[in-house]
Structure formats: C-alpha cells, structure tokens
Nanobody, 115 residues
Framework: QVQLVESGGGLVQAGGSLRLSCAAS????????MGWYRQAPGKQRELVAT???????NYLDSVKGRFTISRDNAMNTVYLQMTSLKAEDTAIYYC?????????WGQGTQVTVSS
C-alpha cells in the first residue's frame, strides 16, 4: 500500500508564495506520474499539475506561469512551488501518485489565500 504524506499548506496573503511537498512510501513498483489536485468548497476536484518520471509536466491553465511542479525520483517526493497566489487558489490540495494502474491520494493540505 502506497502512503502519501503532504506538508507545506497554510495561510498566505494574496501575492505570496507557498511550497507544498508530498513524500510517497510503501510502493513495490516505480511510481509513474505524481502531481497535485485541488478542491475548493462547493467545487469539483481539479487537476493542478502533474509530472512524469521523465519530467514531463502538465498544468492547469490558470496556474501556468505561477506554479512549478518538480520531483525527486530517488526520494519519491513531489513539490509544488506556488507564487503570486490569488484568493481563487484557496482550496484543499491533494497529492496524487500513480503506480502501474492504481492511483493513490494524500489526505490533503489546506491552502488559504487572503485577499
């Protein structure tokens, strides 16, 4: 069973920055894609950013140029550097990892951006 442990959420003023981290453990196989989703109150969960083992990235249009996803394959850790944060970025951010054909999720970390 793969466990994902997130850290780095919190409260920040608009225009500020936060860095989220997510460490995966317990996988017997290589972790393929890792990434971040978010869910704001009353809204559906949406993809924020993903990164493959080879470093190919994909971003939600509204965060392009502000968020950067990176990954340490040796440590099975994924990061999300968030800059120029806006109130609409407020959400619970969930780490995600895909191992073979199974997806795993972290418990979520709250990011609140005050305007």
């Amino acid at each position: 069973q793969v466990q994902l442990v997130e850290s780095g959420g919190g409260l920040v003023q608009a225009g500020g920055s936060l860095r989220l981290s997510c460490a995966a453990s317990g996988s017997r196989f290589s972790i393929n894609a890792m990434g971040w989703y978010r869910q704001a109150p009353g809204k559906q969960r949406e993809l924020v950013a993903t990164i493959t083992t080879s470093g190919t990235t994909n971003y939600l249009d509204s965060v392009k140029g502000r968020f950067t996803i990176s990954r340490d394959n040796a440590m099975n850790t994924v990061y999300l550097q968030m800059t120029s944060l806006k109130a609409e970025d407020t959400a619970i951010y969930y780490c995600y990892a895909r191992v073979v054909f199974t997806s795993y999720w972290g418990q979520g970390t709250q990011v609140t951006v005050s305007s």
